[in-house]
């Protein structure tokens, strides 16, 4: 869905204690990757929890594309009849993956070492995101890339017919480029070796492992060593998408954020790569207990319960940012609420996000009357007892952005809005009615 709809303006103004279950939707990393494999596999891949967020419904529609048969039977319940590896068909439409850098990367990734081509094409915010990062490997393999000037969208991959395997080195913290030379080494032949400086989300070795790939797995003083071993048969699987993290936080620092909040956030992923937030809110002071921990569709999940009370400000260790690194705008309207300063450092990737994270969310605060200092990789927030709000907030085309706002409205003196809250769609399409059930004051402005 590269035509954008018609903005969607929402407000979000102070609101009474936020009680009850939230059911968040099901992880945007790890469906993307269910119906990506399930692709690439022989056979039936059913799916359930899927998220169907407008960022996995074109991740599913470009897989139709490559030639895979994928189909809903009921909400979240997916199959997936896949083509095998090597077995994409060339898309005879260009390839539009809305607003997901994840789905267009991955997606590279799993085309580059076929011989065929395919032109990709996102919204106003993916074309302006950086390709060159997942177009550089792949280009080891053999493939090829013609884009717009900075390696940007649109963008033509001529996948390689006869490629090589790689030995890559991801010069930035990237789960996404990780993975684009995994799936892109999955059809070279002998082993493909990625190597990553430190850990980011690992949904890809764990599901490829699951799918059926020699897959190992080393931390060495030079980093996490990982040797995908190619041209396995993949074989269809069953795949349980747990409740994403990310969309979790969202309920979870509202409740901290308004007086008497006691919620339950049931079945949300812990996977250590993904979990610092809930360390950070922890460290916060946060009073926020992992409940009935357990094991569901091979990842670690647990019940989050969490309750309103105060937290004071900290500084972030910058070796947590990859396990957290969608969660800091909400982490910054929530710090603007926290007795004392929070300073995030060494989260530079957040400038080339859905949005200039760093910018969006230091501008958005100051307009909400909070004090913030930003450099090219940090930003700093000033905690204050009662946040003025009263602004419009620009959400850049950012899902992420526009429910971190929504979120500090429900604190803060004056509402908030937001200038487009039609974004949330892509990764949580029922955040509204979900919040408003929780007993947040959110609205749509009729324009
Ligand atoms: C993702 C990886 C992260 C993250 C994104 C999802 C993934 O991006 O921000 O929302 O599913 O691999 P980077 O790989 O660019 O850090």
């Given at each position: 869905m590269s035509g954008h709809g018609p903005a969607i303006p929402m407000s979000a103004r102070k609101s009474g204690p936020l009680s009850g279950v939230a059911e968040v939707p099901g992880d945007k990393s790890i469906s993307h990757r269910a119906l990506i494999l399930g692709a690439l596999s022989v056979g039936e891949?059913?799916?359930?929890?899927?998220?169907?967020?407008?960022?996995?419904?074109?991740?599913?529609?470009?897989?139709?594309?490559?030639?895979?048969?994928?189909?809903?039977?009921?909400?979240?319940?997916?199959?997936?009849?896949?083509?095998?590896?090597?077995?994409?068909?060339?898309?005879?439409?260009?390839?539009?993956?809305?607003?997901?850098?994840?789905?267009?990367?991955?997606?590279?990734?799993?085309?580059?070492?076929t011989g065929i081509a395919a032109t990709f094409t996102g919204d106003a915010s993916l074309v302006k995101r950086p390709m060159g990062r997942v177009t550089d490997p792949l280009a080891l393999f053999g493939a090829q890339a013609v884009g717009r000037d900075g390696g940007r969208l649109p963008m033509t991959v001529v996948g390689a017919a006869n490629p090589v395997p790689v030995r890559y080195r991801v010069p930035m913290p990237s789960a996404q480029v990780k993975s684009a030379v995994l799936l892109a080494g999955l059809n070279a032949p002998g082993q493909t070796v990625v190597i990553e400086a430190e850990p980011t989300r690992d949904h890809t070795e764990r599901m490829l492992r699951g799918f059926g790939a020699e897959l190992t797995v080393e931390d060495t003083d030079g980093g996490r060593v990982i040797t995908l071993t190619g041209q396995p048969e993949l074989t269809g699987q069953t795949v349980a998408v747990p409740r994403d993290p990310s969309s979790a936080a969202f309920p979870v620092c509202a409740a901290l954020m308004v007086q008497d909040s006691n919620i339950l956030v049931p079945g949300v992923s812990q996977n250590p790569t993904r979990n610092g937030i809930f360390l950070t809110l922890q460290e916060m002071g946060a009073d926020l207990v992992m409940e009935n921990p357990r094991a569901e569709g091979g990842e670690p999940v647990a019940d989050l319960r969490v309750r309103f009370g105060p937290l004071k400000g900290i500084n972030v260790p910058p070796a947590r940012a990859a396990s957290m690194i969608d969660e800091y705008p909400i982490l910054a309207a929530l710090a603007a609420t926290a007795d004392g300063t929070t300073v995030m450092t060494g989260i530079k990737e957040l400038r080339v996000k859905e949005s200039d994270r760093i910018d969006a969310m230091a501008r958005g605060?100051?307009?909400?009357?909070?004090?913030v200092e930003e450099t090219e990789d940090s930003l700093t927030v000033h905690g204050m007892d009662d946040v003025p709000g009263g602004a419009t907030v620009a959400s850049h085309l950012d899902h992420r952005i526009a429910m971190a706002f929504l979120c500090l409205g429900m604190a803060s003196r004056q509402p908030i809005t937001v200038d487009d809250a039609s974004p949330i769609a892509t990764s949580f399409p029922v955040f509204e009615p979900l919040m408003t059930d929780l007993g947040a004051s959110i609205s749509r402005i009729n324009g």
């Open positions: 891949t059913r799916v359930t929890g899927l998220l169907e967020g407008q960022d996995v419904l074109d991740t599913a529609a470009a897989m139709r594309a490559f030639g895979a048969e994928v189909t809903q039977h009921g909400p979240g319940d997916w199959t997936v009849h896949g083509v095998g590896v090597g077995g994409f068909a060339e898309p005879d439409r260009v390839i539009d993956c809305g607003n997901s850098g994840t789905g267009v990367r991955l997606i590279m990734g799993a085309m580059a070492t605060l100051e307009a909400c009357g909070v004090r």
